[in-house]
T-cell receptor
Framework: DAKTTQPPSMDCAEGRAANLPCNHSTISGNEYVYWYRQIHSQGPQYIIHGLKNNETNEMASLIITEDRKSSTLILPHATLRDTAVYYC??????????????FGQGTRLTINP | NAGVTQTPKFQVLKTGQSMTLQCAQDMNHNSMYWYRQDPGMGLRLIYYSASEGTTDKGEVPNGYNVSRLNKREFSLRLESAAPSQTSVYFC?????????????FGNGTRLTVT
């Protein structure tokens, strides 16, 4: 699975949009981009995933560049409860079965009041 | 729905003791996983079970054994605990029959080996 690069930490003001970047320059055609987050002491929580089109759900939006070498997770109106470590993961999801996700260090996002 | 339930939440062991971490899911998922997380690090996959009756090694399997007891339950056993196994252990599950099915995680077991 392709490696990802994320900034170790970011800050954002409450109520603003939080934009978390992720580089995955070696991504291959079958690999999807997944985002999870981990709020302190809890298990990771799935946020969103995509292949090449932009995706949006109730939690966030995912913008993937046309060459698919990078992506951005957008939390449109960040709240204090969004303070967490955010993980960007790339994985070949063309095969059914167990998903062996490889978690990197992630980005520690701090939402400031 | 409780989702993924892990027991115990906390455990302290002495070096050489054994214990089993329990995990159960109520979402009828085929696939289950055990990860460990050390301070300041991402999660690392220990073992996984793609479906009932199968188990496979992940990235860091040494020192651990697993049992997929039935579709709901996946246990992780430490036969002879070592201080290097002090960590937070997370169990997860996913619907292996569905493409891109996300992983659902439990809230972890915090293990200290002295």
């Amino acid at each position: 699975d392709a490696k990802t690069t994320q900034p170790p930490s970011m800050d954002c003001a409450e109520g603003r949009a939080a934009n978390l970047p992720c580089n995955h320059s070696t991504i291959s055609g079958n690999e999807y981009v997944y985002w999870y987050r981990q709020i302190h002491s809890q298990g990771p929580q799935y946020i969103i995933h995509g292949l090449k089109n932009n995706e949006t759900n109730e939690m966030a939006s995912l913008i993937i560049t046309e060459d698919r070498k990078s992506s951005t997770l957008i939390l449109p109106h960040a709240t204090l409860r969004d303070t967490a470590v955010y993980y960007c993961i790339v994985r070949d999801a063309s095969i059914q079965g167990a998903q062996k996700l490889v978690f990197g260090q992630g980005t520690r996002l701090t939402i400031n009041p | 729905n409780a989702g993924v339930t892990q027991t115990p939440k906390f455990q302290v062991l002495k070096t050489g003791q054994s214990m089993t971490l329990q995990c159960a899911q109520d979402m009828n998922h085929n696939s289950m996983y055990w990860y460990r997380q050390d301070p300041g690090m991402g999660l690392r996959l220990i073992y996984y079970s793609a479906s009932e009756g199968t188990t496979d090694k992940g990235e860091v399997p040494n020192g651990y054994n697993v049992s997929r007891l039935n579709k709901r339950e996946f246990s992780l056993r430490l036969e002879s605990a070592a201080p290097s196994q002090t960590s937070v252990y997370f169990c997860a599950s996913s619907d292996g029959a569905v493409y891109n099915s996300p992983l659902h995680f439990g809230n972890g077991t915090r293990l200290t080996v002295t």
